[in-house]
């Protein structure tokens, strides 16, 4: 299994940017879909953003426009810049390596590694 650490967390007010990282650790990183998730408690953990390892992405409708998915596979690396953030954005933001690549990583089925974890917070 890889074995994934996000940073770059932090409070930012409406309007702000913040860039996300992921870290991998393992031998197929590049053979892995990544995936951005993030986390309301008592909600229920949502996708927010994939890449495939053919580089195609996707994005839940609330950020499209707004956050930008890349992969950097020569540094088993993953980002997620989020532009113009709006309160609703506040969530932990979990980087993860899905199963399956095609429609099942567009569409953030079949986990199979995640990270700890990175708090964002926008204020209004």
């Known amino acids: 299994q890889v074995e994934l650490v996000e940073s770059g967390g932090g409070s930012v007010e409406s309007g702000g940017s913040i860039r996300l990282s992921c870290v991998a650790s393992?031998?197929?990183?590049?053979?892995?879909?990544m995936a951005w998730f993030r986390q309301v408690p008592g909600k229920d953990r949502e996708g927010v953003s994939a890449?495939?390892?053919?580089?195609?992405?996707s994005y839940t409708d609330s950020v499209k426009g707004r956050f930008a998915i890349s992969r950097d596979n020569a540094k088993d690396a993953l980002y997620l810049q989020m532009n113009s953030l709006k309160p609703e954005d506040t969530a932990i933001y979990y980087c993860?390596?899905?199963?399956?690549?095609?429609?099942?990583?567009?569409?953030?089925?079949?986990?199979?590694?995640w990270g700890q974890g990175t708090q964002v917070t926008v204020s209004s």
């Open positions: 993860a390596a899905l199963v399956f690549s095609g429609d099942d990583c567009l569409s953030f089925r079949h986990p199979r590694s």
């Open positions: 393992g031998n197929t990183f590049n053979a892995y879909c």
């Open positions: 890449i495939d390892t053919d580089a195609t992405t």
